[in-house]
């Protein structure tokens, strides 16, 4: 008779097909899912009914197998493809693909997710997220941009936002010092005339006269005598200085302020000696630029300028003047210049930068001291800037060799500080390198000495204008200020069972029982993968074998109905026997 076991047989197959079908369905349906990963379901068959379990073989006799009929099909489980899909380039800079086993790390309301979807996005905050707002994790920077591995971060891509200013620590320089050039002399020679403490001119100013003490006279030139400062009304007066060139190089302005009777001619001496970059310090074996302000035994002041053509100074009288000047002179230095300077020198101006980004502009001057019995010549550099905080514009000197082949042999000193009143780090030491491989300064005879700054790091102020992301996971920034950082890199996780992860929506996965402990590397280490930038994991789905599967599919859920059907059939005729 027919057998209602054959019927749930039946049903078991066409539960099972059409499961079959659901899954296949599914994976049609995200053909175009990016990082998408194809499911494929399994069958088993159900246990049997034993109508007998065999006999085993005696003497006479061969066994008999075990009589069983199955009671259907069961679905034995699913299992997703983790194998990689195609890489689509979209050359968009957030989004990511994997070229290996590994998962991005997202944070989703707390919980910690993972995904093979790249296609990520910033939101208002710059924090880098999924389409449904998952926050990507990876690894922040220090302060000096160090990326701090070990504690997962949500990344932050400050685009417009973050700002960067770099002190300058080198300046590497190139160049050849005319080895044939004329040794330097004396520099240039101004004269201002005799200034006395009385108006009859038989008592010379010097170092100590004050100016608020007594009144103080100047030649007129025709042998007699002018009130230049008045005691009554000089203190609180000032003395500026603008327009003074060296070398045809504007100096800028500087003031002295009289602030008290006690302020003397000498205060006043040392502040145009700091101003000016005068020097006559010696430097190593020959070099002593010679430079000076005195007071003569006339009363006069002498300004003696550096030695070499471009230390030579231009003071006109009219740079020079007292504000208010009471009773006195509106330009009291009357300035004659007495001799040039000469020698073969040259200068280079170059710009370094603070803690802070703020420019500050560097002379440096070579002049020619001398030439050395066993070959060679003999240089002294001075390096001053009008941007120094401190008054003194000279920053440091030094003595540079070269031996009978022009070759850079050493030098007495070779970085300068300058004084910064900002706030930002003080002083600024910067290290200046005369010999750098293919970047040499040389001492050949040529017709003109020539040299300049070929490379100086540090930067102005820059914002983060652009960013991309390298095959380890590391984001470079792309400052306005031409700098380059890395501002965070990508972290990845590692399953040793990735088929055992839940799939809980959105492209995201969660850990599962069967799918192991997470390891979290960067990209290129333990088997995560190299990281595509500007491209997109596409789907895994192959079209072709979905289809192939959805014929046995159906196939199978047809068969099975036939099955209940024709099982059907027989009850029916067997019920008829008994009409």
Known sequence: MASTTALFTGLSGLTSNSR??????????????????????????????????????GDATGGSNPGQIGLGVTIGGT??????????????????????????????????????????????????????GAKVMGY????????????????????????????????????????????????????????????AGTVPVDGSTQFGVQDIYVSDGAGGFTLAFEAASVVGSTITIAGVEKGGKDLGSASFEITSNATTFGDYIDFLDEYLGTDSTAIGSVSDLGGSV??????????????GTVQDLDIETGDITIDPPGAGLANPLVMSKISDAEGESVRTSFVVYDSLGTPLTIDLSFVLQGTQASGGTTWEFVAESSDNDATDRLLALGEVSFDANGRFVG????????????????????????????????????????????????????????????????????????????????????????????????????????????????????????IVGGALELSNVDLSQEFIDMILASTGYSAASRVITTTDELMTQLLALGR
Not at 423 to 433: E, S
Not at 492 to 512: I, M
Request: net charge negative; glycine share 12%; no cysteine.
């Open 411 to 530: 030098a007495t000193n070779q970085s300068f500080s300058i004084q910064r009143a900002n706030g930002a780090v003080n002083p600024l030491t910067v290290n200046m390198d005369f010999d750098s491989g293919t970047d040499s300064v040389s001492s050949f005879t040529d017709s003109a000495s020539n040299f300049a700054a070929v490379y100086q790091d540090g930067s102005p102020i820059g914002t983060l204008g652009s960013f991309s992301i390298g095959e380890d996971g590391m984001i470079s920034g792309s400052f306005t200020n031409g700098l380059t950082r890395t501002i965070g890199q990508v972290a990845l996780a590692k399953f040793s069972n990735p088929e055992g992860l839940v799939d809980v929506g959105d492209n995201l996965f969660g850990g599962g029982p069967n799918s192991g402990t997470p390891l979290i590397a960067t990209a290129r280490e333990f088997g995560t993968g190299r």
């Open 79 to 132: 299992q997703r493809n983790f194998t990689n899909g195609a890489i689509g380039v979209t050359g968009v800079a957030t989004d990511l693909a994997i070229e290996g086993d590994g998962f991005f790390i997202v944070n989703q309301a707390g919980s910690r997710y993972f995904t093979r979807s790249g296609g990520f996005i910033r939101n208002p905050e710059n924090d880098l997220m999924t389409q449904s």
């Open 20 to 57: 079959r079908l659901d899954v296949i369905g599914n994976n049609i349906a995200n053909v175009n899912t990016t990082a998408y990963k194809s499911n494929r379901m399994t069958f088993a068959p159900t246990f049997s009914r034993n109508f007998s379990l065999g006999t085993a073989p």
């Open 294 to 307: 005195t007071i003569g035994v006339d009363g006069s002041i002498v300004i003696t300028g550096n030695e």
């Open 140 to 199: 922040e920077v220090d302060d000096q941009f160090n990326i701090v591995e070990g504690n997962l971060a949500e990344l932050n891509i400050p685009v417009g936002t973050l700002t960067l200013a770099e002190q300058t620590s080198n300046v590497i320089f190139n160049g050849n010092l005319n080895a044939s050039g004329e040794i330097a002399t004396p520099g240039s020679v101004h004269e201002t005339r005799a200034f006395y403490t009385d108006p």
